[in-house]
Structure formats: C-alpha cells, structure tokens
C-alpha cells in the first residue's frame, strides 16, 4: 500500500549502525525526512546521501531530523557513513519491514537481493504524512525537495 498526504506515519521500531533505538512514536514533535535508498555504496545512493550531508545545516535550521533508511546491516552502514563523511543517521531494515510499511520495497529482481525502492517521506510534528514520494531519482532530488519545502 502506497501511504499518501495527510495519513499518519506508520509507526517502527529499528536501530541505526551506531546501535542507537528510532521510533516513528519517539519523533513525535519533530519534522522528518525519511529517505529509502536502495543499498549503501552504489553511485546513486552515495550521491543521494551526500547532498543530504551536504545541506544537513539547512535541514536542521527548518527543524528536520534526516534519517536514511535501507536494507544493509550495521556493518555496512558504518562503512558507508565514514567513508562519505554522513552526519545523519542510516536505518538498518534488513527483513524490509519498515519498506513493507511505507509501500517501498522494490519489486524483485532475479539474482539481486530484495532493495528499498527510492522514496521520499516528509513527515511532520503530529506523525502526519506531508509528502511521500516514490520512485524518486537520486540527481537533483535533494534541491527539488528542499525548495518545496523551503528548506
């Protein structure tokens, strides 16, 4: 099921590489961009992050936490995050459970590990989805959301 303005965020409960617990519930009272990416350490996806990274100063003066989210361990995530320098947090959702309830897992491929399919979720104080963007591609998505937003 693809969520859409105005219902709630489904609720999650994952950790990120460094350990550290994350719930939809516990970011209450915080705007929120929750970004799906397919896997760590691929041109698009380092990409993607990077301008994150790169506007994190921005996201944080509007008052949203950034938070990536894909299908890899917290090995890779930590590798991923220290080799491009990531100053947010990266999900692990190795079972897909958290793409599952977002609609973003990517349709299966023959010989390729089930992946998030890039999408876009901007979530706002009270749990409400703002924008959920599926399909999104990685060049130029990052400006495109910011300047919606006025970011």
């Not at 617990?21 to 698009?44: A, I, N």
């Not at 320098?85 to 491929?109: K, M, Q, T, V």
Request: hydrophobic share 35%; proline share 4%; aromatic share 10%.
């Amino acid at each position: 099921m693809k969520l859409e303005a105005g219902m709630d965020a489904p609720d999650f409960s994952t950790v990120d590489a460094d350990g550290h617990r994350w719930t939809m519930s516990g970011l209450r009272g915080q705007k929120v961009v929750l970004y799906f990416y397919p896997d760590d350490d691929t041109r698009g996806c380092t990409a993607q992050a990077c301008d994150f990274r790169d506007s994190q100063t921005e996201w944080k003066e509007a008052g949203y936490v950034v938070l990536g989210v894909s299908a890899q361990g917290a090995d890779s995530h930590r590798a991923f995050a220290q080799k491009n320098s990531l100053n947010f947090p990266l999900l692990i959702d190795e079972d897909l459970s958290l793409a599952d309830s977002y609609g973003a897992r990517a349709e299966p491929e023959d010989g390729i590990p089930p992946l998030s399919n890039r999408s876009t979720f901007v979530i706002d104080e009270d749990g409400k989805i703002v924008e959920a963007l599926y399909g999104v591609q990685w060049r130029g998505h990052i400006d495109q959301l910011r300047k919606k937003l006025s970011v």
